[in-house]
């Protein structure tokens, strides 16, 4: 497999190999890649003899427990005051920017070495090493890439954790992000152990009945505009509330929006307590990473999110007319 940069991975490898204590970390509202890749390096860890804690700043999902095989997590609301000294080291796995880490990363930075693995574009380069690949399809591949090119390999579990980080972040090889280096991270991870046909169980059978009659109010209030170039539905929190369901059940929701026929720029507006939280979703050539970060937000060109502090009915409003007009900015022959 082609490496993407042999120093910093070498580099990763040297700083992981010499730390006792790994405090590995998983963004907020963690997703499949990033408690997949924590997951399968706190494996690794493990297996090697670290002191390893696995770090979650929020519940852990449901969906992706099945992945956890043995290996403990804890929640943590900061990183910890006693996580210090140079035998210590903090790998943050698919996480932008110090604000989806968990807190105190950037204090933590002068006690211990911060290891920074991710594929997003915007990231801001907030590690002591800072190992972005935006042209990988999940953060997945290049943990893949790590683990592949170490002395300690992978073990059947950690592949599984890394394939389910992969498909779930390249919509199982299909999103435009998938690329020969996706399948050939997939080779490996078959290789190692991984079986597609039980993760593919796993994640797509695991829906509750609360979840689809969530998704019912929202497919009721799907609505396609700007000449069907765009659309958007929404989530009031009295929705979560009545059918006992949580932000956890809409991963992805927004996807089925631009399988509606023409349609290239699609919103998941949801209501939450600090405002309103919108996942973007775009197809060529519709930037939602532009549309986001009009509102402050950020992410990839074709998957980003933001949030908006307005009411929701005020919110869904700003966001439509902005996706309006990012629309007759990118097709003004249509217009
Ligand atoms: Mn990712």
């Given at each position: 497999?082609?490496?993407?940069?042999?120093?910093?991975?070498?580099?990763?490898?040297?700083?992981?190999?010499?730390?006792?204590?790994w405090?590995?970390?998983?963004?907020?509202?963690?997703?499949?890649?990033?408690?997949?890749?924590?997951?399968?390096?706190?494996?690794?860890?493990?297996r090697?003899g670290k002191?390893v804690?696995?770090?979650?700043?929020?519940?852990?999902?449901?969906?992706?427990?099945f992945?956890l095989?043995?290996?403990q997590?804890?929640?943590?609301?900061?990183i910890?005051?006693?996580?210090?000294?140079?035998?210590?080291?903090?790998v943050?796995?698919?996480?932008?920017?110090?604000?989806?880490?968990?807190?105190?990363i950037?204090?933590?930075?002068?006690?211990c070495?911060v290891?920074?693995?991710?594929?997003?574009?915007?990231?801001?380069?907030?590690?002591?090493?800072?190992?972005?690949?935006?042209?990988?399809?999940?953060t997945?591949?290049?943990?893949?890439?790590?683990?592949?090119?170490?002395?300690?390999?992978?073990?059947?579990?950690?592949a599984?954790?890394?394939?389910?980080?992969?498909?779930?972040d390249?919509?199982?090889?299909?999103?435009?992000?998938?690329?020969?280096?996706?399948?050939?991270?997939?080779?490996?991870?078959?290789?190692?152990?991984?079986?597609?046909?039980?993760?593919?169980?796993?994640?797509?059978?695991?829906?509750?009945?609360?979840?689809?009659?969530?998704?019912g109010?929202?497919?009721?209030?799907?609505?396609?505009?700007?000449?069907?170039?765009?659309?958007?539905?929404?989530?009031?929190?009295?929705?979560?509330?009545?059918?006992?369901?949580?932000r956890?059940?809409?991963?992805?929701?927004?996807?089925?929006?631009?399988?509606?026929k023409?349609?290239?720029?699609?919103?998941?507006?949801?209501?939450?307590?600090d405002?309103?939280?919108?996942?973007?979703?775009s197809?060529?050539?519709?930037?939602?990473?532009?549309?986001?970060?009009?509102?402050?937000?950020?992410?990839?060109v074709l998957?980003s999110?933001?949030?908006?502090?307005?009411p929701?009915?005020?919110?869904?409003?700003a966001?439509?007319?902005?996706?309006?007009?990012?629309?007759?900015?990118?097709?003004?022959?249509?217009?």
């Amino acid at each position: 497999m082609k490496n993407h940069a042999a120093d910093v991975v070498s580099e990763i490898l040297r700083v992981l190999s010499a730390s006792d204590r790994w405090l590995v970390l998983m963004h907020e509202k963690p997703d499949g890649d990033t408690a997949g890749c924590a997951i399968a390096l706190s494996s690794l860890g493990v297996r090697i003899g670290k002191d390893v804690i696995l770090g979650c700043p929020e519940q852990f999902p449901q969906k992706y427990l099945f992945m956890l095989r043995g290996i403990q997590h804890r929640v943590l609301d900061r990183i910890p005051d006693d996580f210090s000294g140079e035998r210590c080291v903090v790998v943050s796995m698919d996480t932008s920017n110090p604000e989806r880490a968990v807190s105190g990363i950037e204090e933590a930075r002068e006690r211990c070495t911060v290891i920074n693995i991710d594929h997003h574009p915007d990231n801001t380069g907030y590690g002591h090493i800072n190992w972005v690949v935006p042209t990988a399809s999940a953060t997945g591949e290049m943990v893949t890439e790590l683990l592949a090119g170490s002395e300690w390999g992978i073990s059947p579990d950690e592949a599984n954790a890394l394939y389910a980080a992969i498909v779930t972040d390249n919509g199982n090889f299909c999103f435009p992000s998938s690329s020969s280096q996706s399948h050939e991270c997939a080779v490996i991870l078959v290789e190692a152990g991984a079986v597609p046909g039980d993760i593919a169980e796993e994640l797509e059978t695991n829906l509750s009945v609360n979840s689809l009659k969530l998704w019912g109010r929202v497919f009721e209030r799907a609505t396609v505009f700007s000449d069907g170039f765009c659309a958007v539905f929404w989530i009031a929190r009295s929705d979560f509330l009545e059918t006992c369901t949580t932000r956890q059940d809409t991963e992805n929701l927004v996807n089925f929006l631009l399988r509606i026929k023409g349609v290239k720029l699609a919103a998941l507006c949801g209501e939450g307590d600090d405002g309103v939280r919108v996942n973007l979703r775009s197809r060529f050539p519709m930037n939602a990473r532009e549309v986001a970060a009009r509102f402050g937000g950020g992410g990839h060109v074709l998957a980003s999110g933001c949030t908006i502090r307005e009411p929701l009915k005020d919110a869904l409003s700003a966001l439509m007319a902005e996706m309006e007009s990012h629309a007759s900015s990118c097709l003004p022959s249509n217009k």
